[in-house]
């Protein structure tokens, strides 16, 4: 515990405070005031009004408030029942290119994907390459 005298007073960490309204005030041994704070009641009561504000531009749609624990859990388990449905979706077509052979055009035109050409731009060339305007 540090310690000094001074004049036949001796201070520690302990400190001597009043309060004068609404303020805090630490005070020395000559009776100097220095302002370090204000009471709970002060902060109660801004406390308060910022709540008020607070609400207030929730209701404007200034703020949105953060989503509870409830909310974000809700928001998963549909996002979880839509994926699932998307599977259970995509497992089906899998399952009818499977039974229905994998090589018929889903267009219902009947006709053999693996015979098909790929389609492109241009006309077809040894060794030329139509996307570049034929520049080497």
Known sequence: MEQFSFSGYTASNVMACVTDGTDIYQTDYAGNRHLI????AVY????????EYYDKLVDM???VPPKS???LMAEMQRSMLEMSNIISSLSGEIRELKENGSKQ???SCGEDV???????????GAGSDQRDGGQP
Do not use: F
Not at 44 to 51: V, W
């Open 37 to 40: 704070g204000k009471t709970i």
């Open 44 to 51: 109660t009561e801004l406390e308060q009004t910022a709540a």
């Open 61 to 63: 749609g200034e703020i």
């Open 69 to 71: 624990q409830e909310e």
């Open 105 to 107: 055009c889903a267009c």
């Open 114 to 124: 693996s015979k098909r050409e790929p389609k492109r731009g241009g006309t077809k």
